[in-house]
């Protein structure tokens, strides 16, 4: 990634009145950006990362959301896992637990000064554009992950606006797709493309407008409960805009660690302690192999017997699909009533003496698939797009192909996704699309119809570690049906939670705003609350 990424501020100007004519010409320093020399292009890659930087690793969801959904499952407590597997407030939980906020609204701010720099300067009428989807792109993630937040008055710091009021979760999507509905035609081939693109389009503004209405799709469909009017009107708007149309169209991002830029899910999983700890959720496995899903053992391995050998990452597992176990979410090691030997279908350790593994039978994220740091994170996959398309449908809204076509596209695509990731991941066409014919969708009942496409929704936002999407999926469509932990001391009264605690530092911040949010949420600031959308 050999980009330049640029923090900067393009601070005030104070000018004299000038002495000579040619006093401005020497009194400036030819080495500072200004907002007339400065190349705007240089923030994209900023934002684009800024983005995956509030939603992967420890700043993002891998902590919260991947055992929110069962997912992912630890048997470890106390620990910094015990806030997702267990609702129970673990290591620097508070620190955590305000960083998808915080690194959120820093990639929306690189987008907002896009704009700024670029308004009324037809040269960079798509970057600007883009810069648009960005904004959105990270707002939503905020949004989505706390409920109501500043959104008219936010980002406005260098115009004097440092205690930003909350707008209401409503009035934030209400604005954000009318924004959307009015930029994403603005792309235009003929003009200068966006440079320093991160994203495989390279600059591609057809592929940044499939991505903006695919983002428009997306966000159409959290609205299916709380504004179905609303919610049908925008999907229609994406579809007939163009969203994307096959893998090719995917948003992601390839790290490159060698030049010190990583993934940070898989920094996160390389770390000893998460390495052996986290394991596939029981939900997600047993799922798989009801399915026969070819996935199971391309995303899974169970560790080599013992503890030395299961830290060992040199030391592949056994992929077998029929050997792989998922852990059930809510227990530890620590000897009583949830230990996790008490388990329904506990396995036993691995190993034996000082050496046994409690845990050693359970199936991990498969290493050679996912902890490289230079593999890719995903923003948007095609895949998702269509299983989106295909509940539209279903729901008789006019997106063209009918909900079992889209559900195909989406099913195949789905599978042949991971290659992306690592060749190990790699699923053939052929096989892809001969397990989605095998594998039509139930169109016996809408309710049916919707329990499947969400369920391979939930799967798909999973596997690729894309925790923050496949929690706010789940809210959302209420599938697949998940039965809460209910760990002593949990901070939810045994309820998954349904939304994040504002960060702490809010209070004391921007403390009148804030308070006006909390006694509008119902029952304050906790995690069991619901955003706007989540009916």
Known sequence: MKKILINFS?????????????????????????????????????????????????????????????????????????????????????????????????????????????????????????????????????????????????LQAKNGISLPVYDKQQDIYTAMLKKLDSVLPTFDAAKPLPTNDLFPYKGD??????????????????????DPATAQTYAVKAYNGGTFASNADNAYIVYNNANGYNNAN??????????????????????????????????????????????????????TPANQQGMPNGFDQNGGATDISNAPGYPGASGAGADANATGKYSRPKTALYLSLSAPAFILTYAQTEFLLAEAAARGWSVGATASAHYANGLSAALQTYGTINAVGTISAATANAYAAANPLDV?????????????????????????????????????????????????????????????????????NYKAAVTALSGGDTYAGRVWWDK
């Open 266 to 319: 898989s920094s996160a999983l390389n770390v000893s302690q998460d390495y052996i700890e986290v394991k596939w959720g029981k939900v997600l496995i047993d799922y798989l192999k009801a399915t026969n899903d070819p996935r199971l053992g391309v995303i899974s391995e169970v560790p080599q017997a013992g503890t030395a050998a299961a830290s060992n990452k040199a030391l592949a597992g056994d992929a």
């Open 205 to 226: 503004v057809a592929k940044w407008k499939k991505f903006g209405y695919s983002l428009m799709l997306r966000m159409a469909m959290r609205l299916v409960k709380a």
């Open 10 to 154: 393009l601070g005030a100007m104070v000018l004299t009145t000038a002495c000579t004519k040619t006093f401005d010409e020497k009194n400036t320093d030819p080495t500072q950006a200004s907002a007339a020399n400065f190349d705007p292009n240089l923030l994209l890659p900023s934002g684009q990362l800024g983005y995956l930087s509030a939603t992967t690793g420890y700043n993002g969801p891998i902590l919260f959301q991947s055992m929110w959904t069962q997912t992912f499952a630890s048997a470890i407590f106390p620990g910094y896992y015990s806030g997702g597997d267990k609702y129970v407030q673990g290591g620097s939980f508070l620190s955590y637990q305000g960083r998808t906020w915080d690194a959120g609204y820093q990639a929306a701010g690189y987008f907002r000064e896009i704009q700024n720099l670029t308004k009324g300067n037809a040269k960079y009428t798509n970057l600007s554009a883009a810069a648009v989807v960005g904004e959105v792109l990270n707002i939503e993630a905020v949004t989505d992950t706390y409920g109501d937040a500043p959104y008219s008055q936010a």
């Open 444 to 512: 016996s009942t809408q309710a049916n119809s919707l329990k499947q496409i969400n369920t391979q929704y939930w799967v798909l936002a999973g596997t690729i570690l894309d925790f923050s999407e496949a929690w706010s999926n789940w809210r959302r469509s209420g599938y697949p049906v998940l039965s809460p932990v209910n760990y002593t001391g949990n901070f939810t009264g045994g309820t998954i939670p349904r939304r994040q605690a504002y960060p702490t530092s809010e209070s004391s911040t921007n403390p009148s």
